[in-house]
Nanobody, 119 residues
Framework: QVQLVESGGGLVQTGGSLRLSCAAS????????MGWFRQAAGKERESIAV????????YYADSVKGRFTISRDNAKNTVYLQMSSLKPEDTAVYYC????????????WGQGTQVTVTS
């Protein structure tokens, strides 16, 4: 059974940094497009960063561009999200997900990790 497990969330002050990890078990992620999403309380889930299978291409939402960096280590079957210059509006549950190669939809999700940024 394939599982994604996020870690690295927590409580941080405005301006601080965190690095989230998304580790896969049961299947290699090396050929999958991977994404990070977040959902704040009362809001819809949003896509914030995407990385190609090779790591050569990335996409960022405007809300995080220049502050967040997505990366991957296929040898470790892990995807990362380095978050810097954090703001209170970054407070949310953060999820990683794998994109289905056939449908293009993200259909494999982790359980999420909470990030709370205090002012």
């Amino acid at each position: 059974q394939v599982q994604l497990v996020e870690s690295g969330g927590g409580l941080v002050q405005t301006g601080g940094s965190l690095r989230l990890s998304c580790a896969a078990s049961g299947h290699t992620l090396s050929t999958y497009v991977m994404g990070w999403f977040r959902q704040a309380a009362g809001k819809e889930r949003e896509s914030i960063a995407v990385i190609s299978w090779s790591g050569g291409s990335t996409y960022y939402a405007d809300s995080v561009k220049g502050r967040f960096t997505i990366s991957r280590d296929n040898a470790k079957n892990t995807v990362y999200l380095q978050m810097s210059s954090l703001k209170p509006e970054d407070t949310a549950v953060y999820y990683c997900a794998a994109q289905n190669k056939v449908t293009g939809k993200y259909d494999l999700w982790g359980q999420g990790t909470q990030v709370t940024v205090t002012s």
